[in-house]
């Protein structure tokens, strides 16, 4: 397994102590993948984190990046949402941090990915 990104709806998944999304994340540990989180996608699912215990202990995982939307993240969102024609920078930073990172993604809502990458690998939850 190459690892997995997560998006809003991925994080939302494990907050939810989706079954699926547990077993997929404890076989990532198990063989020490590594877990892409962008921090687009953790805005937007981070609301009340002194409940959400699961995601928290996520982020804090050692096999786990948090991937800042930084100068040059921020320049290959741009040119992708140009290119798709969609406008959603969360979705679009999923995108550049799981095309660097090779892995799947997983999400809830695999047809705007799609819309910005039809290639991509997806998992959905």
Known sequence: MPGLTLDAGGLIAVDRNDRQVIVLLARARETRS??????TALAQAMRRPERQVRLARLVRQPT????????????????????????????????????RARQRVLTSDPDDLRRLDPTLDVLVV
């Open 34 to 39: 590594r877990v892409t989180i962008p921090a």
């Open 64 to 99: 786990t990046d948090v991937t800042d939307l930084d100068r040059v993240d921020a320049t290959n969102v741009g040119r992708l949402l140009v290119a798709s024609g969609t406008v959603d920078i969360v979705d679009a930073h999923v995108v550049v941090c799981a095309r």
